[in-house]
């Protein structure tokens, strides 16, 4: 389970109330915890909390001598998830007998 840009893990497991859905389908849940997103800029930079490389743009709105400036910025380009994600899932693999067929990963936003 992947939590929304500027959440995290424990606040996503707790509020999707998955626990006693896992325990009765008998289903290993994993919410892994992305990346901090920073940018700099040429006057700071800006926290924009957790976020995973889906290819998100925000909009950095800066004020730069005077004169207002808006900066697209991809989340955390660059940031190879899918390898995190799939290595992730090698770990729980190994750790657990599952049927690797049976796999889904899903996220909210």
């Known amino acids: ?3 929304g840009m500027g959440d995290n893990m424990f606040d996503f497991y707790d509020a999707t109330q998955v626990e006693a859905v896992a325990e009765e389908k008998g ?3 994993v919410c892994p915890q992305a990346l901090d997103f920073t940018r700099k800029t040429p ?3 800006y926290s924009f909390g ?3 490389a889906a290819g998100v743009k925000v909009t950095v709105s800066i ?3 005077g004169m207002p400036f808006n900066l697209d910025v991809i989340v ?3 940031v190879d998830d ?3 994600l799939m290595s992730t899932l ?3 693999a190994e750790e657990y007998s599952i049927n690797q067929d049976s796999v889904f990963f899903m996220g909210f936003s």
Request: proline share 0%; hydrophobic share 40%.
């Open 1 to 3: 389970m992947l939590h």
């Open 27 to 29: 289903w290993i849940v």
């Open 43 to 45: 006057v700071g930079s």
């Open 50 to 52: 957790t976020g995973w």
């Open 63 to 65: 004020e730069f001598y």
């Open 76 to 78: 955390n380009d660059g």
């Open 82 to 84: 899918s390898g995190f």
């Open 90 to 92: 090698d770990e729980v």
